[in-house]
């Protein structure tokens, strides 16, 4: 009898209760205009062709064209005029003589920078050698009246490569100072330095970014009337599409939650869709962005119910199921979770008859490879949950695993068509820098602000705990070493974005993107888990405030 009692005893589970979604079911009931969505298509395509003979002009003077290009990579619009502006860079980048410079102010300077840097060029940061004083080695003060040019610099110093100590000591200089003014300001410049300080542009989501920059920067834009109304007019076509792909994910994710019964899980539909959205804004990804955002809720109930529900026996099972891959495995898992793993098995046979084989290689099998990497890496964490710390070493090597960034990348791959070649899987095989840098980044990045709470439900096996146990020292010393290896990671990958790329623009692009959503998320919190810390401004800018023409 004791026996069959204790069979009955819910086994002690590490319950996180979550806070619940803020949306419920605002986003299923839009309904797609398309005679709307075709006239914002249509007004589109006169100022783009005006917009393309302007950039491509040889009678506008060198500083006019960077501007304009600059204006449009922040306004979201590149990929409109990418090889336009390949081919206009090229012509420009090889003009450039460094000593013309010497008569250049802060601002025009940090522009050029950026859009050169921006766009793989290895543009010297020794332009900016002038603006220091060379007997104190400190940055001369008069720049700093010039606030334009200070805020410009300091999005400049974000795209550094290890070994530019002068963009190192910029960062520093250029916060500080202009931490020091913000309060003396006012209008929109008063709003560009608070959100650039508070949000570095390289850093940021790049689709929210864009609708800042056009509301922070709009007089300036102005002087290009056809670039001002391409804006608007692209702004609100994405938004009707992106709105539409928000709400059959929406639908997709309450079909899902109606069948398999995980109450324990965060519910962040909306929340996965900004994630996503952040590594392609372009219109033509529209079914990449739906299956990668699909495949990240999916993670998140794996997450969760290995973070916040499974005992570790049921653990086990669940993973030695996901390893096997088979319908006949669902006898051996818990009743909770049966139905779980007969979606994610249906989910990603659908997936395969859906996503075309790119040459001999099948994205959607490489995402559940991944997946399944994912439940093992999960199940170790879990083990040295129960147990103890590992090493720092040991636990970088699940970590990279555990960060997601390997998964999400595959499964954003899959949808890009042609443009993954046989050879682009073969780099990304080979465990490139940029690639496990990324990974890196967006593990520590989530340690630092997860630990805490994760602490309060049960022992925590971390990157800091590691790192403390590894190297013998306080968690502030730990906290502080691993922002160095970010910050040196970010250095990495803007080093991987310079030309000449191991592969496309295009391929880097999306990874880079998922980084920096590691950024936007963490940054001050854990805006996933706390959306209305951060996800609540992005959902609300992108999906529910048009762009007044």
């Known amino acids: 009898m004791a026996t069959t009692k204790a069979n009955t005893i819910e086994p002690e589970r590490p319950l996180a209760n979550f ?68 081919g206009q860079l090229d012509k420009l980048f090889n003009q450039i003589n460094i000593q013309t410079y010497d008569k250049a102010d802060l601002y025009t300077t940090s522009i050029h920078f950026q859009v050169f840097r921006i766009f793989g060029y290895r543009f010297s940061c020794d332009v900016f050698n002038k603006f220091k ?249 879990a083990e040295w949950r129960h147990s103890e710390v590992p090493s720092f070493e040991e636990y970088m090597k699940i970590g990279l695993i555990t960060s997601g960034y390997g998964l999400l990348y595959k499964s954003a791959l899959s949808g890009m068509g042609k443009i993954v070649t046989e050879e682009v899987i073969a780099w990304y095989e080979s465990h490139p820098k940029i690639v496990t840098t990324s990974q890196t980044i967006g593990r520590l990045h989530g340690d630092l602000m997860t630990i805490a709470f994760e602490r309060e439900r049960a022992p925590s096996a971390t990157g800091v705990d590691a790192y403390m146990k590894t190297f013998g020292v306080s968690e502030n010393v730990a906290i502080e070493a691993i922002i160095n290896i970010i910050e040196d990671g970010w250095k990495d990958i803007n080093e991987g974005c310079l030309k000449p790329t191991e592969v496309p623009m295009e391929i880097l692009a999306p990874l880079v993107n998922l980084t920096r959503m590691i950024d936007v998320i963490y940054k001050y919190t854990d805006g996933f888990t706390f959306s209305e810390c951060t996800f609540k401004e992005y959902i609300e800018l992108l999906f529910c405030v048009s762009v007044p023409m």
């Open 19 to 86: 806070p619940p979604s803020i949306w419920g079911d605002r986003f299923l009931s839009f309904t797609l205009d398309n005679s709307q969505l075709e006239a914002y298509g249509e007004a589109m395509e006169q100022p783009k062709e005006q917009l393309r003979k302007l950039i491509l002009n040889p009678a506008v003077d060198f500083n006019d064209k960077l501007s304009l290009i600059y204006f449009v990579h922040r306004l979201g619009l590149t990929y409109l005029f990418l090889k336009d502006i390949d």
């Open 133 to 381: 004083d060379f007997r104190s080695g400190e940055f001369k003060e008069d720049i700093t009246t010039d606030v334009r040019g200070m805020l410009s610099f300091f999005e400049s110093a974000q795209l550094r490569i290890r070994g530019e100590s002068i963009l190192d000591e910029a960062i520093a200089f250029t916060k500080s100072k202009l931490k020091s003014l913000e309060k003396t300001l006012q209008g929109t410049l008063a709003s560009q330095v608070k959100h650039t300080l508070e949000r570095p542009f390289h850093r940021g989501h790049p689709m929210f970014e864009a609708r800042q920059y056009l509301s922070h920067y709009e007089e300036e834009i102005a002087r290009y009337d056809l670039l001002l109304t391409l804006a608007k007019l692209h702004f609100n076509y994405l938004q009707l599409l992106q709105k539409e792909e928000l709400r059959i994910v929406s639908k997709w994710w309450k079909d899902m939650q109606s069948q398999v019964k995980t109450p324990y899980v965060r519910d962040r539909a909306a929340e996965c869709y900004v994630w996503i959205l952040a590594i392609y804004l372009e219109p033509y990804y529209s079914q990449a962005r739906i299956i990668t955002t699909k495949v990240i809720l999916l993670l998140v109930v794996l997450d969760d119910t290995y973070d916040a529900y499974a005992t570790i026996e049921e653990m086990r099972l669940l993973t030695q199921a996901i390893n096997r891959w088979d319908i006949t495995a669902m006898s051996q898992l818990p009743e909770y979770i049966k139905p779980y793993y007969k979606f994610i098995l249906n989910q990603y046979a659908e997936w395969n008859k859906q996503v075309p084989q790119q040459g001999t290689t099948n994205l959607i099998e490489a995402s559940k490879k991944a997946f399944q990497e994912m439940a093992n890496a999960y199940l170790q964490e």
